[in-house]
């Protein structure tokens, strides 16, 4: 038995234009609905892309649908449709006993079968909104590096920059030399003139002496003169406020780096081939204010009524994670920070061993560094910020199956291991026990029969009618 599906007739033009409407779209996606076509189907049945490696990430060919189990909220389920996908093309396998299906969560669309349509998208997002000025040098290095020897083939690549809106960097083409050259290009410098890690490292500055100041009037860990305590409500006030406008500005610009990163999700979901994003970013906090409320945090006030900004955007978060899941686009995120020490961190660089100044610094990396005089519990609890703005990136790589690469300079890597994981995957497909369409996560498990390897998959999906 088939499995019936819908097949694209679109040419590499359709691919191309799709990329160009994004930065229009996303800037007004409120008023103006998604132009990709929708394609709507009853029946339930999930896709799971599943990459299996060695320890040294290998790629370990030849399994067969009966190697793998695959499990929904710890329940098993039985494969209906196997596949492989490689450079050399391998036939579906189908479960004759199957019942009937019609479509796929997590990707709907057919792969293109026409031999001149390209068989995988490759989408390269650099986020300039939050990266330091030196980390963005290093990754058009390595992107500089990588297209210089990237062959032609059966791949298109794109780029973008994301940062207060979407910069198409190089429309999608098969052409190594043509995206080389808009990475070399100096009108993508310009696109990280905008980032955000400068207006922290200068916010965290200010804020610090807004606290020296505090702890100067009030009482802090820190504080050796409390004698001034008429003072300390205004002190206290000017924290406060301080804190809530650094917070709620931050929310705002993250909500709507969010949204425009959901948008191109969706677009980039309905192209049929399948679709890698390899997102590198110094990583952002879905917590905003974060940075500086671990700052007023270790110096350690002792007034219990200040409370953290409760500005979260774990929705907008989990508004990318659904259509990525549903759509079958696999992120793989690079943290562009590198090799994590004291000074590498934005929010983070924090130098106890100095003692040539009392004062915060930005050093050469676009860092904020706090020098001398600052408390033991200043410098761990930004750390501990710092590192936390990684867990958006790991939660995207995660849920989609893919790869968070993290505390190594080796950048490449996993550009490399990307688009090589795009190459060599296999596919799995059932039809979940569960039929309800209630909007709940449903948790996916895949293990290999008898071996160790490395098993990379979706962690899950919603579980929403398909559109």
């Known amino acids: 038995m088939e499995i019936p599906t819908v ?20 800037q007004n996606q409120e008023s103006s609905p998604s132009q990709m076509p929708r ?21 370990i060919p030849g399994l067969k649908a009966a190697d793998f189990h695959v499990f929904e909220d710890g329940k098993p389920e039985r494969i209906v449709a196997f596949s492989v996908e490689s450079i050399i093309p391998v036939p579906v396998s189908i479960d004759p006993a199957a019942a009937e299906v019609s479509g796929a969560s997590g990707g709907a669309s057919k792969i293109s079968v026409d031999p001149n349509d390209p068989r995988r998208t490759y989408l390269i997002i650099v986020d300039t909104l939050h990266s330091s000025f030196a980390n963005f040098g290093r990754v058009r290095k390595v992107l500089e590096q990588f297209f210089v020897k990237e062959q032609p083939g059966d791949a298109q690549y794109a780029v973008m920059a994301l940062g207060r809106e979407i910069n198409v960097v190089q429309d999608s083409t098969r052409d190594a030399a043509a995206v080389l050259g808009a990475v070399r290009a100096s009108a993508f410098s310009r696109m990280i003139q905008d980032t955000e890690a400068t207006n922290l490292a200068v916010a965290a500055e200010q804020f610090t002496a807004l606290m020296r100041n505090y702890c100067a009037l009030c009482i802090c860990l820190s504080s050796a003169n409390q004698s001034e305590l008429g003072e300390c409500p205004a002190a206290k006030s000017r924290v406060r406020m301080f804190l809530a406008s650094y917070a709620e500005r931050t ?89 994590y020490t004291s000074t590498s961190v934005p929010g983070g660089g924090f130098d106890a061993s100095s003692s040539s100044s009392t004062h915060t610094q930005m050093d050469s990396r676009g860092t904020t560094r706090l020098a001398a005089g600052v408390p033991e519990p200043v410098l761990s609890e930004a750390m501990s910020a710092a590192r936390e703005s990684t867990d958006g990136l790991a939660q995207l790589a995660r849920e989609t199956g893919g790869l968070f690469f993290e505390n190594s300079n080796d950048l490449m890597k996993g550009i490399r291991q990307a688009v090589a994981d795009g190459r060599e995957y296999y596919v799995l497909a059932y039809v979940p026990e569960n039929k309800a369409m209630d909007g709940t996560y449903r948790k996916i498990v895949v293990t290999v029969k008898g071996e160790k390897w490395r098993v990379n998959a979706k962690a899950g999906y919603w579980a929403t009618a398909n559109e």
């Open 251 to 339: 929310f705002l610009l993250n909500q709507q780096f969010l949204r425009q990163l959901n948008q191109i999700v969706k677009t980039i979901g309905g192209m049929p081939t399948s679709r890698t994003i390899i997102f590198i970013s110094d990583g952002f906090n879905r917590f905003s204010g974060r940075e500086l409320y671990s700052i007023l945090m270790g110096y350690g006030p002792k007034d219990s009524s200040f409370q953290f900004p409760p500005l979260d955007t774990q929705r907008e978060l989990e508004a990318v994670l659904k259509v990525a899941t549903k759509q079958g686009v696999r992120f793989y995120t690079i943290d562009s920070r590198g090799l």
């Open 7 to 26: 097949e694209f007739t679109c040419r590499v033009l359709f691919l191309s234009l799709s990329f160009v409407s994004i930065a229009a779209s996303a």
């Open 39 to 59: 394609i709507r189907s009853e029946v339930n049945d999930v896709l799971v892309p599943v990459v299996v490696t060695d320890a040294r990430g290998h790629h």
